[in-house]
């Protein structure tokens, strides 16, 4: 069976070659295969969007971290890094308004 798949992706490759013109390197069919993962991730949400409008917002973040993995990794952990910050200030300010208040009320 391990030869039999092996010659079945030396088909595919020498007839993508001959659609091509040459032979691709490695890194040029492993770029290849990421972007067809990509395109048929991507085609398969298209088809979410169009079934299913209440995720659409869930869709469109979704499509943004296909598109752009790393850009969106960043805004991810800069977005969590502010959000934990600005709820231990709020969190702060809170208690020492309840305390205030409690100081003015006993």
């Not at 395109?39 to 979704?62: E, H, N, Q, Y």
């Not at 752009?68 to 990794?73: D, M, N, Q, R």
Request: with cysteine; proline share 4%.
């Amino acid at each position: 069976m391990l030869n039999h798949h092996s010659n079945n992706k030396l088909e595919r490759d020498f007839q993508r070659a001959k659609d091509q013109g040459r032979w691709l390197s490695d890194e040029e069919q492993k770029t290849l295969e990421q972007h067809q993962e990509i395109r048929s991730k991507l085609v398969v949400l298209t088809g979410v969007c169009i079934l299913l409008p209440p995720l659409w917002p869930f869709a469109f973040g979704l499509t943004l971290y296909l598109l752009f993995p790393k850009t969106i990794s960043r805004i991810g952990v800069v977005a969590t890094v502010v959000f934990l910050l600005s709820s231990l200030v709020i969190t702060g300010i809170l208690i020492f308004l309840f305390f205030g208040l409690f100081n003015i009320f006993f």
